[in-house]
């Protein structure tokens, strides 16, 4: 059983910058692709970015350029550096453990979640 925790939510006012945090409160990433989803009110939840255990990455394009996402494997932590936040990013954010060691944005290969960290931006 893993347990993953997000961290690093808030308020914040468009422009500015997040970082989020994702760590394994119980097992380990084991290795395999960690990813960021989001999802707002009355809306499905969304792809946002992953990265594989050797760095490669994999972004939405609604994000590309402005976020990124990184990993410590030492930590078992993955973070998501948010800028140029707009209030179109609004929503709580989850990170998922995949099943494979493959980039994808199908929520649906993801099968640990954590509780999810808000995120908002004002205008």
């Known amino acids: 059983q893993v347990e993953l925790a997000e961290s690093g939510g808030g308020l914040v006012q468009a422009g500015d910058s997040l970082r989020l945090s994702c760590t394994a409160s119980?097992?380990?990433?084991?290795?395999?692709?960690i990813g960021w989803f989001r999802q707002a009110p009355d809306k499905a939840r969304d792809f946002v970015a992953c990265?594989?255990?050797?760095?490669?990455?994999y972004y939405a394009d609604s994000v590309e350029g402005r976020f990124t996402i990184s990993r410590d494997n030492a930590k078992n932590t993955v973070y998501l550096q948010m800028n140029s936040l707009d209030p179109e990013d609004t929503a709580v954010y989850y990170c998922?453990?995949?099943?494979?060691?493959?980039?994808?944005?199908?929520?649906?290969?993801?099968?640990?979640w954590g509780q999810g960290t808000q995120v908002t931006v004002s205008s």
């Open positions: 990265i594989r255990y050797d760095g490669m990455t």
């Open positions: 998922g453990r995949r099943r494979d060691y493959a980039l994808g944005h199908n929520p649906s290969s993801y099968e640990y």
């Open positions: 119980r097992g380990t990433f084991d290795s395999l692709t």
